[in-house]
């Protein structure tokens, strides 16, 4: 079966401090990539998703994730952290092929920012 | 606010019997997908439902059915419960395939003594 590793379980920093979450996935083949976020009390939304074109993609509250396929990665950065960022991160990919899909969530990564 | 709705909030039950949880997407969304969220494993995707017909299949135990119905709407069955099934269960609803934004509703959290 498909797998998506998020390594870090729950990530402490301080405010302003760069962030960089990783995930990687152990498929070769066709992959979508997602970030989610689940802030406090709230439901999942997404923050950024890849599915071909620039490896870079921008997403939401000045969120980034470089897709690099050699690696299988597909980390989430962000250059400033906010209190506000305090949430659990979320990466999932698709798999495609065949003419069928698996999709696969990582564990998540807690991220609590100290103001 | 998401759009999707679930109801119940929670659900608490005895190992052994059957509940079901419902899913209302949003307005316009044709696909529904069902989660379970647990400590141990995390988010799992369990079961996709496009326009009334099962399109994906993810871990979804054989105890556990889900359908969606004419007006869009879905709901999960889960049976003989076990204390492992306590968790918390997400729906989610997108325009179209597995490819489009999945918009999650807030979950029901059923808890199995």
């Known amino acids: 079966a498909q797998s998506v590793s998020q390594h870090n379980h729950h990530v402490i920093l301080s405010e302003a401090a760069s962030l960089e979450l990783g995930c990687n996935y152990s498929y070769g083949g066709t992959v979508n990539l997602f970030w989610y976020v689940q802030y406090p009390g709230q439901h999942l939304q997404l923050l950024l998703k890849?599915?071909?074109?620039?490896?870079l993609v921008k997403g939401i509250k000045g969120f980034e994730a470089e897709f690099i396929k050699s690696k299988f990665s597909f980390n989430l950065r962000k250059p400033s952290v906010q209190w506000s960022d305090t949430a659990e991160y979320f990466c999932?990919?698709?798999?495609?092929?065949?003419?069928?899909?698996?999709?696969?969530f990582g564990k998540g990564t807690k991220l609590s920012v100290i103001p | 606010d998401s759009g999707v709705t679930q109801t119940p909030k929670h659900l608490i039950t005895a190992t052994g019997q059957r509940v079901t949880l419902r899913c209302s997407p949003r307005?316009?969304?044709?696909?529904v997908y069902w989660y379970q969220q647990s400590l141990d494993q995390g988010l799992q995707f369990l079961i996709q439902?496009?326009?009334?017909?099962?399109?994906a299949k993810g871990n979804i135990l054989e105890r556990f059915s889900a359908q969606q119905f004419p007006d869009l709407h879905s709901e999960l069955n889960l049976s003989s419960l076990e204390l492992g099934d306590s968790a918390l269960y997400f729906c989610?609803?997108?325009?179209?395939?597995?490819?489009?934004?999945?918009?999650f509703g807030p979950g029901t959290r059923l808890t199995v003594l």
């Open positions: 999932a990919v698709i798999y495609s092929g065949a003419g069928s899909y698996q999709l696969t």
């Open positions: 439902y496009y326009n009334g017909e099962e399109r």
């Open positions: 890849y599915f071909s074109g620039d490896p």
């Open positions: 307005s316009g969304d044709l696909s």
């Open positions: 989610a609803s997108s325009v179209a395939g597995l490819d489009a934004e999945q918009f």
